[in-house]
């Protein structure tokens, strides 16, 4: 696959880049080459590889999925402008 640098006018048109008319024959045969990269990854032979998302296998740590308060309730609070009964007290917003 290769593109014309009509096509890459057009694709810097839609992606709204100010690129000078001089630049493009070059902005052409760099994408050519990406093109022509990508085109010999196609031909690589992946049959019986599995896919993955990271080369390293690490299990990820499992915990209960509990809910709970954190026991941290009194130092959270020392953080209030003003407490009472153990919740955060606020200035009324609604009449």
Not at 25 to 38: C, F, M
């Amino acid at each position: 696959m290769s593109v014309t640098t009509d096509e890459v006018r057009r694709i810097a048109k839609l992606a709204r880049i100010a690129e000078p008319t001089a630049r493009l024959e070059a902005l052409t045969q760099e994408l050519n080459g990406i093109l022509d990269w990508v085109e010999q990854l196609g031909e690589v032979d992946v049959e019986g590889v599995e896919p993955m998302t990271t080369p390293v296998v690490t299990p990820l740590p499992m915990r209960e999925d509990a809910i709970t308060d954190g026991n941290v309730r009194d130092k959270v609070l020392k953080n209030a402008p003003n407490a009472d009964a153990g919740f955060f007290v606020v200035p009324k917003s609604v009449e």
